[in-house]
C-alpha cells in the first residue's frame, strides 16, 4: 500500500484513518518521501485556533521551485513542463521542457534580483495567461520574493487597491492580452493604477500583442532584453517553512479584498499530494486544468501541484467560445488530454451549444474529468459525464476555497463511487463537521448544517496579510475552536457531502467570488444613487446573477432609466471588473429594511428568485409597503 497514491475505496478509508487519528506521523511521512528539504522540521505540526495560530514543518528549510523544477532535471528534463496553447488556434503551441524552464525561471529570478526584489518584497503579477505568468511566479518564489497575483480581468481600481494593500515594489504586466477576437490594453490599466500607488519602484513588462504602448522612463523596462542578458541559473533561495509564499485576494461578504497568505511547505506538500491523488496523475500523462493562474485554482492546479509532481499541465490562453465552442474539444484532441478541470459555469455554456462541437473531436484520451467553483447542477453533471467523458472518465466535484489552497471534498477517481452534485468525502487529513445554529456539532448521517473544519491541514491560509484579526473574526469567531468555511452542507446517508452554497454575502457568479458590499459601495458612487442591494438570482450558465436594487435620490429630474442602468454597470466596470456588472437593476421606492437599519436581503433575494409565495417572517420590517411595491415592479 502506498499512502502516497491511493487506488482504491479501501485503500483510501485506510489511509484516511490514520490521517486523522495520527496527522503528525501521516504528515511527516508524507513530506519526508516526497519532496526534497534544505533541512528537515524540528516539529510536525503546532497549532491553537483560538489565536489563530497553525505551523506545519516548523524548522525546516527548503525551496519550492527545487521541488517543482531542479529535482525532475536528471530524470525527466526533457519531459514538457507547460504546454502554452496560444488564443489563436493557428499560432503554434509551445513546450517548455523541464530543462527550458530551469533556465526560464533562473533568468527571471535573476532580473528580479537585478531590480532590487529581495526576499520577503512583494511582487504582483498582472499578466494573461501566457507562459511568463507561471514563469514569473516560479522566479519569485526562487528568490523568496511573495508573489500577489492579480487576475488580469480586474480593473485598474481593483488592480490598485490590491498593490498598495500588499505594498508592492514591482509590477510585471504586459503591453496587451489576447481574449478571443478583442485585444485589452492591460499595461494602460497598469498605467492608470499606478497613478494611485506609490510603493511601485519598477514596472516590467512582457510583449504579447506587440502594440505601441507608453513607457514611463526609469520606472518601465521591456521584460525580452533583460532575460537575454540574464544568466541562466540561480542559486535558490533557502526558504524556512513557514515563510510566506504568496499571497492571492478573496472577496468578503464585507469591506476590501482580502489577502490570504500561504505558506510555503504546508502548502507544497498539500497541493502536490492531492494533485496526485484527485487527478490519479501517471508519469506519461497529459493534464489540463482550464482556470487562470490569476485564481487559486491555477495556482494550485496548474503551477504548483503538478510541477511538484512532475506532471505536463496545458496552459491556455484563450476563452472556450473562439474561434467556435469548439475549442476545448479541439485542445483534448491535440495534446491527448489525460485530466481535464474545469469550472460548473463553462460546463453549462458548452452544454448550450449542443454535441455538434464534441461530435468532431477525439476524446478518447480523458481518464479524469473535474469541476470547481461552484455547487453543479444534476444537468450539468450528467451531460459532462455523458458527452464528454462518455461515462467512462469519472467527474471529481472537488470543493475548496481560496483559503484552504487546496481540495478538500473530494471522490478519488476510481476508488470513490460518485454521485451526481456531490463533492462526496473528506480527502486524506481533512476533518469536517456541520454545524448547528447554536454552535454545536450535528453528528450522524442525513442531516445538514454551516461546513467546518475542525483540525489543521498542511495548506490552510496562515493569515491575511496586514490584518490577523480580520483572520481571526472572518474563519475562526463563529464556531470555538473551527474553521469556518462560510458554506453550507448537508451530508447524506453514507457520509457524502454535497455542498448547497454560501451562507453569506458572498455571490459565485459563474465560479468567480463576489463580495456584495464593494459592489454596492461601487453603485452608491453614482451621483444619483441613494443607497442600493445587491443579491443572486439563479442563472442558467453563470450559475448566479447579480440582481440589483436602487433607489434613486430625489433629484427632481427624471432620468432615461436605461441610461442609468449602462451608467451604474460602467461604474462597476470601473472600480471592480465586467466580471460584476449586474444583470438586472431595479429602481424602487426603499428597500426592506429592518428597525435596526440591516437590510432583507433574504426578502430581495426571494423576489429576484421570483419565489415569493411565502417571504418568510417580515414582522421586523420596519417599512413593510416597500416590499409590495418593489414586488409589484420586479424584473
Ligand atoms: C477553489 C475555489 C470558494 C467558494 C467556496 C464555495 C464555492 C468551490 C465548489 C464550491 C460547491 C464545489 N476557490 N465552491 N468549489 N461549491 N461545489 N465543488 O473556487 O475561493 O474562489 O471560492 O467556491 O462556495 O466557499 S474560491
Not at 513588462?205 to 506587440?210: E, F, G, P
Not at 442563472?539 to 435620490?553: F, M, P, R, S
Not at 451604474?568 to 466596470?573: A, G, M, P, S, Y
Not at 428568485?609 to 417580515?618: C, E, Q, Y
Amino acid at each position: 500500500m502506498s499512502n502516497y497514491h491511493i487506488k482504491h475505496l479501501e485503500e483510501y478509508y485506510q489511509v484516511y484513518r490514520k490521517s486523522v487519528r495520527n496527522p503528525e506521523i501521516f504528515w511527516e511521512e508524507i513530506a519526508e518521501e516526497h519532496f526534497m528539504w534544505r533541512k528537515k522540521w524540528d516539529n510536525v505540526l503546532s497549532w491553537d485556533f483560538t489565536k489563530p495560530e497553525v505551523k506545519w514543518f516548523e524548522g525546516a528549510q527548503l525551496n519550492i521551485t527545487e521541488n517543482c523544477i531542479d529535482r525532475h532535471l536528471h530524470i525527466r528534463g526533457d519531459k514538457t513542463a507547460i504546454i502554452f496553447e496560444p488564443n489563436n488556434p493557428e499560432e503554434e503551441a509551445q513546450h517548455i521542457s523541464y530543462r527550458d524552464l530551469h533556465d526560464k525561471v533562473c533568468r527571471f529570478a535573476n532580473v528580479l534580483k537585478e531590480q532590487g526584489i529581495q526576499k520577503g518584497d512583494r511582487v504582483c503579477i498582472y499578466l494573461p495567461m501566457i507562459p511568463e505568468l507561471a514563469i514569473s511566479v516560479l522566479a519569485c518564489a526562487r528568490i523568496g520574493a511573495i508573489h500577489s497575483v492579480v487576475f488580469a480581468g480586474f480593473s485598474s481600481s481593483a488592480l490598485a487597491t490590491r498593490i498598495n494593500d500588499a505594498t508592492c515594489k514591482m509590477v510585471i504586466t504586459s503591453d496587451g492580452s489576447y481574449r478571443g477576437a478583442k485585444t485589452i490594453d492591460l499595461k494602460g490599466i497598469v498605467d492608470e493604477a499606478l497613478k494611485e500607488c506609490e510603493c511601485v519602484e519598477t514596472v516590467l513588462v512582457a510583449k504579447r500583442i506587440n502594440t505601441d504602448i507608453h513607457m514611463e522612463t526609469g520606472r518601465d523596462h521591456w521584460l525580452q532584453p533583460l532575460l537575454d542578458e540574464a544568466y541562466h541559473d540561480c542559486v535558490p533561495e533557502v526558504m524556512d517553512a513557514e515563510d510566506p509564499l504568496f499571497i492571492l485576494y478573496t472577496s468578503g461578504s464585507t469591506g476590501k479584498p482580502k489577502g490570504m497568505v500561504h505558506s510555503t511547505a504546508g502548502y507544497m506538500v498539500y497541493s502536490a499530494y492531492t494533485f496526485k491523488n484527485v487527478f490519479q496523475y501517471r508519469e506519461q500523462d497529459v493534464y489540463w486544468c482550464t482556470a487562470d493562474i490569476g485564481w487559486i485554482t491555477g495556482h494550485s492546479y496548474i503551477v504548483y501541484g503538478p510541477l511538484c509532481n512532475g506532471a505536463t499541465t496545458v496552459m491556455f490562453e484563450g476563452v472556450p467560445s473562439y474561434p467556435d465552442f469548439g475549442r476545448f474539444w479541439e485542445i483534448v484532441e491535440k495534446h491527448k488530454v489525460n485530466q481535464f478541470y474545469t469550472a460548473p459555469t463553462a460546463i453549462r455554456a458548452l452544454a448550450k451549444e449542443g454535441v455538434e462541437h464534441l461530435e468532431k473531436h477525439d476524446l478518447s484520451s480523458l481518464k479524469v474529468l473535474g469541476t470547481v467553483g461552484e455547487p453543479i447542477n444534476e444537468e450539468a453533471w450528467h451531460w459532462y459525464d455523458d458527452n464528454v467523458g462518455k461515462r467512462k472518465a469519472p467527474i471529481v466535484d472537488t470543493w475548496w476555497q481560496t483559503e484552504t489552497g487546496g481540495i478538500m471534498i473530494t471522490p478519488i477517481p476510481y476508488a470513490t463511487p460518485t454521485k451526481p452534485t456531490y463533492a462526496t468525502l473528506p480527502f486524506i487529513g481533512i476533518q469536517p463537521a456541520l454545524m448547528d445554529e447554536n454552535g454545536n456539532e450535528i453528528k450522524g448521517n442525513q442531516v445538514d448544517g454551516r461546513l467546518c473544519i475542525k483540525f489543521p491541514w498542511p495548506s490552510m491560509a496562515r493569515t491575511i496579510w496586514g490584518n490577523h484579526q480580520r483572520y481571526k473574526d472572518t474563519y475562526f469567531s463563529a464556531y470555538e475552536n473551527k474553521y469556518f468555511t462560510g458554506d453550507g452542507a448537508l451530508r447524506d446517508e453514507v457520509g457524502y457531502y454535497r455542498i448547497t452554497g454560501r451562507v453569506d454575502d458572498v455571490i459565485i457568479v459563474s465560479g468567480h467570488n463576489l463580495g456584495t458590499a464593494p459592489i454596492e459601495d461601487a453603485i452608491n458612487e453614482h451621483p444619483a444613487v441613494a443607497e442600493s442591494a445587491i443579491v443572486g438570482f439563479p442563472h442558467d450558465i453563470k450559475g448566479n446573477a447579480l440582481y440589483g436594487y436602487v433607489t434613486l435620490k430625489e433629484t427632481g429630474e427624471s432620468r432615461n432609466q436605461n441610461n442609468l442602468r449602462k451608467e451604474i454597470n460602467q461604474i462597476i466596470t470601473e472600480q471592480i471588473g465586467p466580471i460584476a456588472k449586474l444583470d438586472k437593476i431595479q429602481f424602487t421606492n426603499g428597500l426592506p429594511k429592518t428597525r435596526s437599519g440591516k437590510i432583507m436581503r433574504r426578502i430581495l433575494r426571494k423576489i429576484a428568485g421570483k419565489d415569493t409565495s411565502n417571504l418568510g417572517d417580515t414582522s421586523t420590517l420596519l417599512n413593510p409597503e416597500v416590499v409590495q411595491d418593489i414586488m409589484d415592479n420586479a424584473l
